[in-house]
């Protein structure tokens, strides 16, 4: 005979219950152990014990926890599934999803990342959370810009826009699938991204590099011609950038661009 929700779901006491209904009705889909020490008081981190056992709750990380819907079914927890951007939201503060992960939310990107990719201002161990992964990049506060808001899942959202994401994937091709993947994406892309203001991103930035590999792609990909007066300003640093951070430093000496080349972007490569 099949469980019902409440044989697999073990019933609640009475100051069980009052807890999850008063989160509940206070719209508590993620909660704290602050939040439900000031309804139970104490005796909630023995509850919040409890209610992960009879999974009526799950447990994120240390101290954050989310209400698991009866509508989810017989096995709670164990069959609960959330959007990895919604959970990445309570993780840290400041946060937003970017590198990859932002790539692929705006559709630059047809791989879908093993991990989230979080960009936040403290440094963080990764974390497992639901079987998914969750990467955190700390940056620097002067860095911290350039976000829009989302909905997932009913939670607001913040995450990179469209021309930070690629700023930061130059940043840091290593979070982001690549430098082929990112060249990839901004030759698919160019229509929807604005070349000038990833320029003036990386400038606020402080990272020179950034734009050194935005003009090599773009050169490469045979997209320049349209775009070389945005960098007609710009004073490159003398010391030469990798191309591509993630292989060795073999290649040629690019002078125009200031870089070593040590990866091979063939668009049309791309094309299949």
Known sequence: ??????????GLTGKESFLISTLA??????????????????????MLVNLVKKKWILKLKR??????????GVKGADSFIMHNFAI?????????????????????????????????????????????????VQVSKSRFFGTSDIEIDGEKVKISDKNKTIADCLDHPEHSGGIDEIARSI????????????????????????IKRLGYILEACGLLE?????????????????LDPMVPEKG???????LLINRDLNPERWMY
């Open 1 to 10: 005979m099949a469980l019902t929700t409440e044989q697999y779901r073990e």
């Open 25 to 46: 009705r206070s719209d508590k889909k993620f909660f704290t152990i602050e939040d439900a020490k000031a309804i139970a008081g104490e005796q909630a981190v023995r």
């Open 63 to 72: 101290g954050l926890y989310i209400i698991v819907p009866l509508d989810i």
């Open 88 to 136: 990445a939201s309570k993780l840290v503060e400041p946060y937003y999803i970017g590198y990859w992960s932002a790539l692929n939310y705006y559709g630059y990107s047809d791989q879908i990342p093993q991990a989230t990719f979080i960009a936040t201002t403290k440094a963080r161990k990764g974390l497992e959370i639901l079987n998914a992964s969750y990467v955190f």
């Open 187 to 210: 030759f698919f892309s160019i229509d929807e991204i604005d070349i000038k203001k990833i320029v003036r991103y990386a400038l606020k930035m402080g990272n020179v590099t950034i």
């Open 226 to 242: 349209k775009y070389e007066a945005v960098f007609s300003n710009i004073k490159l640093s003398k010391g030469y950038g990798l």
């Open 252 to 258: 040629k000496y690019n002078e125009k661009w200031m």
